[in-house]
């Protein structure tokens, strides 16, 4: 499977953030989509995923209640938006695959996945 990831770029400090990542090659119905992210000078981090069969949501403690996944466009196409960005959620944002995920544990292991976009930049600035 093939990941286009976009919508990223430069936002202020609480306005509005929506990145969407559409994938092709494959017809996605069992597993997970994710998104991911990595700031200058740390490792990749679980930011959010959703699982396609159940529409079930995971989020890190650090985009919880700030950050909203889900799935649109018959399981192709994922989309990760905020309204509330912070300076510290500036980091290149990655989605990816995964085939057989349905738990928390799971979905936020970079090690689940097998497909992964090619990621976009997100500066918020304060």
């Known amino acids: 499977v093939q990941l286009q990831a976009s919508g990223g770029g430069l936002v202020q400090a609480g306005g509005s953030l929506r990145l969407s990542c559409a994938a092709s090659g494959r017809t996605l119905s069992n597993g997970a989509m994710g998104w991911f992210r990595q700031a200058p000078g740390k490792e990749r981090e679980f930011a959010a995923a959703?699982?396609?069969?159940?529409?079930?949501?995971y989020y890190a403690n650090s985009v919880k209640d700030r950050f909203t996944i889900a799935g649109v466009s018959a399981r192709s196409t994922v989309v990760l938006r905020t309204s509330s960005p912070k300076p510290e959620d500036t980091a290149v944002y990655y989605c990816?695959?995964?085939?057989?995920?349905?738990?928390?544990?799971?979905?936020?292991?970079?090690?689940?996945?097998?497909?992964w976009g090619q990621g976009t930049q997100v500066t918020v600035s304060s």
């Open positions: 990816a695959v995964s085939g057989d995920c349905s738990t928390h544990e799971c979905v936020a292991a970079t090690r689940s996945y097998d497909s």
């Open positions: 959703v699982i396609w069969s159940t529409g079930t949501t």
